[in-house]
């Protein structure tokens, strides 16, 4: 992101906490008096007018203060998120201490996502751990007799074998057919194969490997992974929500794809989406902060803190990170 000059950092970092703490519009004046910016009013005017034009704060009516845009929270997370204050540090302190007390996992996540909800007032949800789903890397085709032997290469360091009648008039393409899909796998770099592409003269070996590989993929990927949620009545009673209609997507997509809220081939930026960053609509009002947690058994769970776009990030972020490291050493 583009560096702002010192006093614009200095406003803009002033009007987020403002408005965080009051949910009330600022003025110059307010921010002077109340921060001690060391300028006078018609200076810190001055710089909240080019946070204006640059779209990082923005006036809800002609005569009110400023208020924070989604891209000022972005520049904020960025470039101008505080160290996490005493109270972070002592939630890490209680995880830290704590030891594996509960029979069932759904008992120590959901215990875990109502500290979390308790110390931030927000929406928490948590994951269960799965295993990643597996990437494609390498393909390899041998003919037996009629039969066509397939070796698919995952990034897992695991091989599948899969076993198909060999197509008619496909043995002369199987050197072709190998030589296509490396092609695709390094071209694309995330396991895809673009089958619309495939020659023509490839067709009667092609169409019979993707039924194949497809069938597979079907089979290994890992089943929705589920979740616990926390405070939900928390996030309803911010005053952004009292519109329902903004919080009942958000509702329904918990009842349907909990794990959506956080998906795992999606990373946050900076661990945090800020409204239309987050791949799902339903999520496009909010703002989710993020992190990960990985098990013995090579799982991925994610930790996720839900509420406006007008939060305390650095003490969500430090939260959500203490939550997911101390899962990690529970659960390892």
Request: hydrophobic content about 40%; overall charge neutral.
């Amino acid at each position: 992101m583009e560096t702002l000059p010192n006093r614009q950092q200095e406003v803009l970092r002033a009007t987020v906490h403002h408005y965080v703490d009051t949910i009330e519009p600022v003025g110059s004046r307010t921010l002077v008096q109340r921060f001690g910016l060391k300028a006078s009013s018609a200076t810190v005017r001055s710089a909240m007018g080019a946070l204006e034009q640059r779209g990082l704060l923005t006036q809800p009516h002609t005569s009110a203060g400023r208020v924070p845009s989604p891209s000022g929270y972005r520049h904020y997370v960025n470039c101008l998120l505080p160290k996490p204050g005493v109270a972070a540090q002592h939630l890490e302190q209680e995880l830290t201490q704590l030891s594996l007390r509960w029979a069932a996992l759904d008992d120590l996540l959901l215990q875990m996502a109502r500290r979390l909800t308790d110390f931030t007032g927000l929406m928490s949800l948590i994951t269960r751990p799965t295993r990643a789903e597996p990437t494609l890397q390498a393909v390899r085709l041998v003919r037996s007799g009629d039969r066509l032997l397939v070796m698919l290469v995952e990034n897992s360091n695991q091989a599948s074998h899969l076993n198909l009648r060999l197509p008619h008039r496909a043995a002369d393409q199987l050197e072709a057919m190998e030589h296509w899909t490396s092609h695709q796998l390094e071209q694309h770099g995330d396991g895809s194969l673009d089958w619309s592409s495939l020659p023509l003269q490839l067709q009667p070996c092609g169409r019979a490997l993707q039924d194949a590989i497809n069938s597979h993929q079907r089979l290994q990927r890992p089943a929705e992974s589920g979740a616990l949620v926390h405070g939900v009545s928390r996030l309803i009673a911010q005053p952004e929500f009292n519109d329902s209609s903004l919080v009942r997507p958000l509702l329904e997509l918990i009842d349907q794809r909990p794990a959506a809220v956080v998906p795992g081939d999606h990373q946050a930026p900076q661990g945090v989406w800020i409204g239309h960053e987050h791949p799902e609509a339903a999520l496009q009002s909010f703002s989710v902060v993020q992190a990960s947690y990985r098990t013995g058994a090579d799982g991925i769970g994610q930790v996720a803190l839900v509420g406006p776009m007008r939060m305390a990030y650095a003490t969500a972020r430090a939260a959500a990170r203490s939550v997911a490291r101390a899962l990690e050493r529970l659960l390892s």
